[in-house]
């Protein structure tokens, strides 16, 4: 079946505009979570939504937000941009949320703030 | 002092040569265990995982060891080959809780 799939896979946004990025997981899959991934702090966790409520959150400012679908697909967005926001965006799903079952990335979306 | 950026630690292994990868985890209540690989702009692809009550998994020339005594994981691969060059990644889970991640390892295969 299909894995996790990221749209745009690039984007180049300007300081102070928003951006929105999507993500679907794999077919089944009903927690869906977000990643930030950057030379210099690793991967590091955003949020994590199930069954469109949000279930975990990092240690990011309110200008990240996301949401989910009923279909379990899931948005996030950025809003002011800021040059350090430039990253890869991960998307991952799992099965399930709160337990032990294998989690799946996407290829990710690059996000270049000029 | 601040830190400027991750300095990765590195691996050189030689065609054939076996690999050995470790991972310090933090929390000692994680009772999951994800190894990812990551090739350059790709995202992580899940290789292998193993649960608290196991202290050894193999797969397919992959093999996860883990020591909850000092809160160790190692990632074994056997007959390394040149497409196993990428950043490894070992990821913990707290029962109910996120993921969280190391650094990473990069692992460079020399022909």
């Known amino acids: 079946k299909a894995g996790v799939t990221q749209t745009p896979r690039y984007l180049i946004k300007t300081r102070g505009q928003q951006v929105t990025l999507s993500c679907s997981p794999i077919s089944g899959h009903r927690s869906v979570s977000w990643y930030q991934q950057t030379p210099g702090q690793g991967l590091q966790f955003l949020f994590e939504?199930?069954?469109?409520?949000?279930?975990n959150k990092g240690n990011f400012p309110g200008r990240f937000s996301g949401r989910q679908f009923s279909n379990s697909r899931s948005e996030m967005n950025v809003s002011t941009l800021e040059l350090g926001d430039s990253a890869l965006y991960l998307c991952?799903?799992?099965?399930?949320?709160?337990?032990?079952?294998?989690?799946?990335f996407g290829p990710g979306t690059r996000l270049t703030v000029t | 002092g601040e830190s400027v950026g991750l300095h990765l630690p590195t691996l050189s292994v030689q065609e054939g040569d076996n690999s050995i990868i470790n991972c310090a985890y933090s929390?000692?209540?994680?009772?999951?265990f994800i190894w990812y690989k990551q090739e350059s702009g790709k995202g992580p692809q899940f290789i292998i995982d193993?649960?608290?009550?196991?202290d050894k998994r193999q797969g397919q020339r992959v093999t996860v060891l883990l020591n909850k005594t000092v809160k160790h994981l190692s990632l074994q691969i056997a007959a390394t080959q040149p497409g196993d060059s990428a950043v490894y990644f070992c990821a913990e889970n707290p029962p109910g809780n996120q993921f969280y991640f190391g650094t990473g390892t990069s692992l460079t295969v020399i022909p």
């Open positions: 991952a799903s799992s099965l399930v949320t709160g337990t032990a079952y294998e989690q799946y």
């Open positions: 929390n000692s209540a994680s009772d999951y």
């Open positions: 939504y199930f069954s469109e409520t949000q279930r």
């Open positions: 193993i649960r608290s009550n196991m």
